[in-house]
């Protein structure tokens, strides 16, 4: 066992009767933004695998969103403990303490090297909401170490009830052998006050984010504007016939820079949607570089009209293709409806995409409590994406040995 002095002063108050639970297998920590319950998920794993040897699986959805989440807060937590490190391994992703214990990074969407890990004694789930019922089930059934305490730890925030998660620990109760901790941005007392005032502004400005985000509490589902989507790993044989798409909606500090991509085929009216990279605070030439990074400068995006100056900087740092979207009165809906029109097939690597379709809603008229021709503006960075992209489908040239009927196009 490796002692650190002053463990207790890192803890939040909040958090302190879960810190050596060590025999309840589940633990789920849930709630609003900024509430510290993923830094407190690594603390915990951190000095857990101190008080003996542990093999640790961290995973997310897609491992390429490792690196910018729940790595560096365990690279945080460890920087101020440097002496318990052995090794720290960014290319391979993976930590080892000086007692032995191991820190594995993984992302789902490499399920096969997944499957080669045995001994595991305890798993990591960031951004819960993220995977599937089916991706969990399997998780569970890994954890069957022959060392005592083997747990997992979720984090995520309470998005729609229309999520797994909701209907996993919520709807009948908590299950058997799990504890459920929600908290808010009140329990974290090392919050800076600008960040206090900047989410506590969507009360008025967007009231579903307020209510998850803020209020740590899961949305109550309405209308869906698409009712109907496919989520499943897609092909790139299915897609071979389509042509390409890419879009980005411009955000930075309370809503993301989404990049959305992939492709259209015409004939039977699909919409494969392949690829998505969003985070907060971008500055232009870090959207450069993401853009870069996901092989794209080559390709024509078309993005939010709205930012013409972050547009030509974009082309002076060498993406040449991208362009303007063409707005008009009634272009959200126009947009809206040409994605209706399509099948829509969402890659089940996209899962900020698919949260945003799960929830993308109607709105209500508040005195007669019908619904209105008008979406509620919450849960579409990556659909306003999408629907800035396929402008330029829409406005290709297609080649006469395309054999692409022309009235196929005439409802876009």
Not at 190 to 199: A, N
Not at 283 to 305: C, F, H, R
Not at 380 to 403: C, F, M, P, T
């Amino acid at each position: 066992m490796i002692q650190i002095k002053g463990v207790d002063k890192w803890i939040l108050p909040v958090y302190k009767p879960y810190l050596l639970d060590y025999d309840t297998r589940v633990n789920v920590f849930y709630g609003g933004a900024g509430s510290g319950k993923s830094y407190f998920m690594c603390q915990k794993i951190v000095l857990k695998c101190l008080q003996e040897e542990r093999k640790v699986l961290v995973v997310r959805k897609v491992g390429a969103t490792l690196k910018a989440s729940i790595w560096d807060l365990f690279a945080d937590i460890l920087a101020k403990m440097p002496q318990v490190i052995k090794v720290i391994n960014k290319a391979d992703m993976q930590i080892t303490l000086i007692n032995g214990s191991k820190l594995l990074f993984k992302g789902l969407d490499d399920s096969e090297k997944i499957k080669s890990i045995t001994g595991i004694t305890d798993i990591v789930i960031e951004e819960a909401t993220e995977i599937s019922l089916d991706d969990f089930t399997q998780l569970n059934l890994r954890l069957r170490s022959s060392k005592p305490h083997n747990q997992i730890h979720l984090a995520f925030n309470p998005v729609s009830k229309a999520n797994w998660v909701y209907k996993y620990f919520f709807e009948k109760g908590a299950p058997d052998n799990c504890t459920i901790v929600q908290t808010t941005y009140k329990d974290n007392t090392h919050l800076p006050q600008e960040y206090i005032d900047s989410i506590l502004e969507l009360q008025e400005r967007n009231p579903a984010y307020y209510k998850i985000y803020v209020l740590g509490e899961f949305a109550t589902l309405d209308k869906l504007v698409f009712p109907i989507i496919e989520t499943r790993l897609v092909s790139d044989e299915e897609t071979k016939k389509g042509w390409f798409w890419c879009g980005m909606d411009f955000g930075y500090t309370n809503d993301p820079t989404a990049i959305t991509y992939g492709y259209y085929v015409p004939v039977e009216r699909i919409l494969y949607i392949t690829g998505e990279y969003d985070k907060r605070g971008l500055t232009n030439d870090k959207i450069a570089e993401a853009i870069q990074s996901l092989g794209l400068a080559k390709e024509i995006i078309v993005a939010d009209s709205a930012e013409p100056k972050s547009i030509a900087e974009l082309r002076k740092l060498g993406i040449k293709r991208i362009r303007e979207s063409v707005k008009g009165a009634d272009s959200i809906m126009n947009g809206i409806d040409r994605i209706q029109r399509c099948k829509i097939v969402i890659d089940e690597r996209c899962p900020h995409t698919i949260e945003e379709f799960n929830n993308y809603t109607w709105q209500k008229d508040k005195k007669t409590g019908e619904y209105i021709n008008k979406p509620i503006d919450s849960f579409n960075h990556h659909i306003d994406s999408i629907r800035y992209g396929l402008q330029a489908v829409i406005n290709k040239k297609h080649n006469a040995d395309e054999a692409v009927d022309a009235s196929v196009l005439a409802f876009l």
